[in-house]
């Protein structure tokens, strides 16, 4: 009986190609919104909460405009996606939220790519070129952005080694690569001379070789700028494979992930002062400059002795204090004894501030996330642009696992991987304050020379959590 009533009367008929459209449009508007309000750290949940009901109405309108309602086989796969979903959301830390972004940014673009690849081959031997040449160009978009978040997700979990990993000949490989790639987008698109089981495998396999190539020569300290930038390839993949399944709640949203995706990859370049070519392209100076070396061989001539005045006594005395966390806090989970020892100074009378450079942690907003985490209040976090000129003001500024962000190398180090990068212009403060591991650089492997300074530089070694408990209980 069940099944006649769905063939008398199909879930489609309740949705007109005008309300289709419509709630289309409103749902695309809902996950524009989100975005908006997750630029602005106070109304980020509000944002995030917002795009994500969004996307759930657009499944199920999706669900209800295609007629698959039926189909018994989406709801186990539905429940069991779920069920992951909320086992990742309780057991990952915030430390590897980087990683986890990467994975999902993965994850989006193998979607993209079987979509597309079901979209490739039924319209294969049809007359479709538009729908042909978008699916596979999305089936190649989706597996490059899945085998290089894959790559990312490993270097940023320490599974791969972080320093950029060059082969021979590899940018020859990669340049090779591309043209194949274009090749097998126009063979499978205007073309159909080769059997889709024989075309469809090999575009996949050439397309994550490619993606392996480009992501694993990507170091460290480029991490944030490769995660925006799969972040937007795995829309640019939703948005073509959208184009292919004549979806046009796929098209939207994913060309608004992967135009934001975009958006941040600049506003990440920007900040790094570095061209997206030049990363793309694995072009990552090691070699230390001759102002370099002249500057670390003129301080290591420099005595090892301190200022005799006492960081505690420092830290007590100050009235105008900044401090600037980094992925070392991160990386000890400190965020909460940094906001115990920002509150213990200000019930001594200090002004305290958060100095945020934007590609601190090893993805965007990283730091901001953790300081909310905490329960440090939106008002005491400054971005870089607003709060650089302050540090020459303050009395004392204190470092939480932070380094390259505020290496001065960047002005001056030429042919090094920072040498350019706008910096928080920590060196200019009176008294610095560093709590960090060791004296190793930071993962650019540029050397700090702030380290070597002989006055109003103190450096305590050691886990962050441990150094700020002992500093804690000094105070």
Not at 112 to 129: D, M, P
Not at 305 to 316: G, H, L, W
């Amino acid at each position: 009986m069940n099944n006649l009533l769905f063939a008398s009367f199909s879930t489609a008929t309740l949705l007109s190609d005008a309300v289709y459209y419509i709630a289309c449009g409103v749902l695309a508007l809902a996950v524009l919104l989100g975005i908006h309000f997750m630029s602005k750290v106070e109304k980020a949940q509000l944002g995030n909460r917002i795009s994500a009901w969004a996307i759930a109405l657009g499944i199920i309108l999706t669900l209800i405009k295609k007629d698959i309602l039926p189909v018994w086989l989406m709801y186990p796969a539905m429940a069991v996606g779920a069920i992951i979903g909320l086992i990742l959301a309780r057991r990952v830390k915030m430390i590897e939220m980087p990683q986890l972004v990467a994975l999902l940014n993965g994850i989006g673009g193998a979607a993209s790519a079987i979509v597309a690849s079901f979209a490739f081959t039924s319209l294969y031997r049809s007359g479709e070129f538009f729908g042909k040449t978008t699916a596979s160009l999305a089936v190649v978009v989706g597996t490059v952005t899945l085998f290089g978040s894959l790559v990312a997700a490993g270097k940023l979990h320490k599974l791969i080694t972080q320093k950029p990993i060059i082969y021979r000949f590899h940018q020859t490989a990669a340049v090779g690569l591309l043209f194949i790639l274009t090749v097998l987008v126009i063979l499978g698109g205007f073309f159909s001379l080769i059997p889709s089981a024989i075309l469809l495998p090999i575009m996949v396999i050439v397309a994550a070789v490619f993606g392996l190539l480009f992501s694993v020569r990507v170091g460290g300290a480029d991490m944030p700028i490769t995660i925006s930038l799969l972040n937007s390839l795995s829309g640019v993949a939703a948005a073509i494979a959208g184009f292919a399944v004549t979806d046009i709640l796929l098209v939207a949203v994913g060309g608004i992930v992967g135009a934001s995706g975009l958006f941040l990859t600049q506003i990440m370049c920007r900040a790094m002062n570095r061209k997206l070519m030049d990363i793309l392209l694995g072009k990552t100076a090691l070699k230390k400059s001759k102002t370099e070396k002249k500057e670390t061989t003129e301080e290591s001539r420099e005595t090892e002795e301190k200022d005799p005045v006492d960081p505690i006594t420092v830290i007590k005395s100050a009235k105008n204090v900044i401090i600037v966390p980094g992925y070392g806090m991160a990386l000890a989970q400190a965020q909460h004894l940094t906001k115990e020892l920002a509150e213990k100074l200000k019930d001594n009378g200090a002004s305290v501030k958060f100095a945020i450079h934007p590609v601190a942690g090893r993805m965007p907003g990283h730091m901001d996330v953790l300081l909310i985490e905490a329960g440090i209040p939106f008002d005491d976090v400054y971005e870089m642009d607003s709060i650089n000129d302050a540090f020459k003001e303050a009395d004392v500024t204190i470092v939480v696992g932070a380094n390259d962000v505020l290496n001065p190398a960047a002005r001056n180090a030429e042919g090094t991987p920072i040498y350019g990068m706008p910096i928080l212009n920590v060196d200019q403060c009176k008294h610095i304050v560093i709590f960090n591991y060791d004296l190793k650089p930071g993962y650019s492997g540029v050397e700090n020379p702030i380290y070597k300074n002989k006055e109003g530089v103190w450096v305590i070694q050691g886990d962050a959590a441990t150094t700020l408990k002992e500093t804690l209980q000094k105070l």
